[in-house]
């Protein structure tokens, strides 16, 4: 098993984590140079009513906390989604060198999909996209909840 599908495998857990608050399972860690995991989040937009709340800006959010710096370079973000437009803004803010995810999103991704904001040229900062770890895993866990929305 590589590093990426063992932290992948945590992202999992993050995202089985929302079933309590009905969020769409999401979830996302962020890994520091060395390996360590710096932070977790998980899609919280019902739980706090917050439209930003993504599992990836969570993740950005507690680990520019835990380092008391905005600037990520080092770490690689793993998240168990393609990550939508907003948090590819985010991604790219706070200079995180690689994201690691699991399913694509064929509706909002901006990570190759859809759009490809995280390795456009026109911008100052690219990122490394290592895309469908796990992917069977992290499609079901949402195929599942949407399913059972129906």
Known sequence: MSQYERWMR???????AT???EDVPVGAVIVDAKGDIIATGRNERELHHDPTAHAEIVAIRRAAAALDDWHLDGCTLVV???PCVMCA???LSARLPRVVFGAWDEKAGAAGSVHDLLRDRRLPHRVEVVAGVEADAAASLLLEFFEARR
């Open 80 to 82: 168990t989604l393609e």
């Open 89 to 91: 803004g985010a991604i």
């Open 19 to 21: 079933s309590a608050s």
């Open 10 to 16: 945590l992202a999992i857990d993050e995202a089985r």
